[in-house]
């Protein structure tokens, strides 16, 4: 009996110590959570390219503006805005290279259209495209669609009857409906030279021309303009206006065009800094230095080619 008490408290203690050494209850638990949630920051981590950045991280710096070029590092993108600014007031002349734009509109380049011309008095020259009076009355007014909200300002169009006469002349103002697309309300004047005024309605074919001419295209800022709000308008250009920028500091701005002939500056960023206009066939002027004065003519020196 001694003995067999011996032995099962001999027993009882070996299995108290082997207890003691085994990992507690929770042990297991915790060593698996926190294995998780080392494997929740792995998952994670792949989400910095959605950031377009090469090093996420707070002191990352922002991704390039909209219309940067993509994929380079903010110092290459630095290096392409330095590079692809115009000189100072040196940039006057226009790019050697020049090719049609698909921006034209609906007047375009060696294309022909048919419609009628009647006539209208043209009194001091100045219409729905504000270029002001004009001693020159060979001018007409466009269609409102072909108009195209003032794209047709400025251009020239040659002209041509049946009878053989033909007349080149500036669209300066709008011809509302009931005028139908391809349709030219001429001056008086110009009317003249193609049948007599009583002819009332003329069938005509017109094209676009780019003519010779001594002048150079001037800039002006609409009145009420400041360096908080401003419009611009090209004027005496060669050729048809296809866009408008200002230089910001975020690059080149396109300002939208008025009906009424203008490229706006809503807030005013851009306004009395460089200028840069580009015609249909993509010939590209920059004027550096126009003042922000209001409803003044500010020759630039620059024209765009002849085609």
Same mark, same amino acid.
């Given at each position: ?33 926190? @294995?998780? !949630?080392?494997?929740? %920051?792995?998952?994670? &981590?792949? $989400?910095?390219?959605?950031?377009? =950045? #090469? +090093?996420?991280?707070p002191t990352s710096p922002a991704p390039p503006p909209a219309g940067s070029p993509t994929a380079v590092t903010p110092s290459a993108? @630095?290096? !392409?805005?330095?590079? %692809?600014?115009?000189? &100072?007031? $040196?940039?006057?002349?226009?790019? =050697? #290279? +020049? ?21 209208? @008095?043209? !009194? ?15 001018? #007409? ?130 306004c009395g800094g460089t200028i840069r206009i580009t015609d249909i066939y993509g010939e590209q002027l920059t004027v550096d230095g ?18």
């Open positions: 009996m001694l003995g067999t008490a011996v032995i099962l408290t001999a027993a009882g203690i070996l299995f108290c110590l082997m207890t003691s050494l085994l990992p507690g209850p929770g042990a297991a638990p915790k060593a698996g959570a926190k @294995a998780g !949630a080392m494997a929740g %920051a792995d998952v994670a &981590a792949p $989400a910095a390219p959605h950031t377009g =950045a #090469a +090093s996420p991280g993108t @630095a290096a !392409a805005t330095t590079a %692809a600014a115009p000189p &100072a007031a $040196a940039q006057k002349t226009p790019p =050697a #290279a +020049s090719t049609p734009a698909p921006s034209a509109g609906r007047i375009r380049p060696d294309t022909t259209y048919k419609g009628v011309a009647t006539a209208y @008095a043209a !009194a001091d020259g100045n219409g729905a495209c504000l270029f002001g009076p004009s001693d020159d009355l060979m001018i #007409a007014a466009m269609n409102t669609t072909d108009y195209e909200s003032s794209r047709a300002c400025g251009a020239y169009v040659r002209v041509r009857a049946a009878n053989g006469a033909s007349i080149t002349v500036r669209i300066t103002n709008e011809c509302p409906l009931p005028c139908a697309p391809g349709q030219l309300d001429l001056s008086e004047k110009a009317f003249a030279k193609l049948a007599e005024l009583k002819v009332g309605r003329l069938p005509i074919t017109w094209s676009l021309v780019s003519p010779g001419t001594s002048d150079t295209l001037s800039l002006r800022y609409k009145t009420g303009s400041s360096a908080y709000w401003c419009g611009i308008q090209v004027i005496d250009h060669r050729n048809p206006v296809a866009w408008l920028e200002v230089r910001t500091s975020k690059g080149w701005r396109k300002l939208p065009r008025t009906d009424y002939n203008y490229f706006l500056a809503a807030d005013g960023e851009g126009t003042a922000l004065l209001p409803n003044v003519a500010q020759p630039t020196g620059v024209q765009f080619a002849a085609h």
